[in-house]
């Protein structure tokens, strides 16, 4: 039943709305990493790399000159993206901490949310 469910409920989403639903889960493993011990590497690695690769795909899309998004707007979202790889490394060096990574998927949340629908 859940898996019919999970299938119905993909099959019914919006490119928007599947966008929204990833960065969600990204963000709360990343959430559920920043709480772990740092010696748990593998929930931070899991987390940061999930995180890492979200943000490739993205910058990867926005490279692509058939993208309909507006110039400067694509080249935001590539600059994040290799920050997030940058912060993403410092992290794992105990540099950094989770928040900056979560703060942007935050705001690019609020940004794909709904009207009316606040970030997770």
């Known amino acids: 039943m859940l898996k019919a469910y999970a299938q119905a409920s993909t099959r019914t989403e919006t490119p928007r709305e599947m966008e929204y639903r990833l960065f969600g889960q990204v963000t709360r493993a990343l959430m559920h990493a920043a709480t772990v011990d740092?010696?748990?590497?593998k929930t931070r690695i899991d987390a940061l790399d999930w995180n890492r690769r979200l943000w490739s795909v993205?910058?990867?899309?926005?490279?692509?000159?058939?993208?309909?998004?507006?110039?400067p707007l694509r080249a935001q979202i590539i600059s994040i993206s290799l920050f997030v790889g940058r912060h993403s490394s410092a992290?794992?060096?105990?540099e950094e901490d989770f928040e900056a990574l979560i703060d942007i998927n935050r705001s690019i949340m609020q940004g794909l949310a709904p009207q009316g629908q606040p970030a997770a």
């Open 38 to 41: 740092p010696s748990d590497v």
């Open 58 to 71: 993205l910058a990867t899309d926005c490279s692509d000159p058939s993208n309909q998004l507006n110039t």
């Open 91 to 94: 992290i794992m060096r105990g």
